[in-house]
């Protein structure tokens, strides 16, 4: 297999944690951590967005495979390792990705509004870094940012059928029923009394 044709393999294994993100109801982004051993490539961990079923802003996909990657392998340093992702990195994960020294980052949609590996800014090619991650970006890049487009979509159909319903009818009032006086009733007879005569 060549490494270009690992590159595909490995994307396609992320965009299937991408939709087990969709599945949670989360923004599909998914990535993979391998590692190159004596029999080729080992899937050491994978990861997917998270960050609204644990309540946790960092848990995107790159930092939550980080952690599985770096638990297993019993080390915050992961120099062996290659991370592929659906989505180009943000800022936060690309230096975590550098701090945890991967070796190489593979994306695949590029992100106009938070990418941090070229289309925002390029923190992988800050030269003041005292470590610096190869980077490829465009694997699978269509299917990637495919499964992105359509979330969105259906998110703002979703939105846009919601604003566009007709106000809710309110349900009529409760009845209270009107406060009506009773008459005072004579008190019960005691035991053994006769009760009042009968006309």
Do not use: W
Not at 163 to 181: L, N, R
């Amino acid at each position: 297999m060549t490494d270009e044709e690992f590159d595909t393999l490995a994307m396609r294994l992320a965009l299937d944690q991408a939709h087990n993100a969709l599945l949670a109801g989360e923004v599909p982004v998914g990535a993979v951590i391998v590692q190159r051993g004596p029999d080729g490539y080992q899937v050491v961990a994978t990861g997917y967005n998270r960050p609204i079923t644990t309540h946790d802003p960092t848990a995107h996909a790159e930092i939550v495979a980080l952690r599985h990657a770096a638990t297993l392998l019993g080390n915050y340093r992961l120099p062996g390792c290659e991370l592929y992702v659906t989505l180009e990195p943000c800022a936060m994960c690309a230096m975590a990705l550098m701090h945890a020294r991967i070796k190489r980052v593979v994306f695949g949609a590029a992100d106009p509004k938070t990418g941090a590996a070229g289309s925002v800014l390029d923190l992988f090619a800050e030269k003041r870094l005292n470590h610096h991650t190869a980077l490829q970006g465009g694997v699978l890049a269509q299917p990637c940012g495919d499964v992105l487009r359509e979330f969105f979509a259906e998110r703002r159909a979703r939105r846009r059928a919601l604003s566009d319903a007709p106000p809710a009818v309110e349900p009529p009032p409760i009845p209270t029923g009107e406060a009506v006086e009773l008459a005072v009733l004579p008190p019960a007879p005691a035991e053994g009394e006769p009760g009042p005569a009968s006309p």
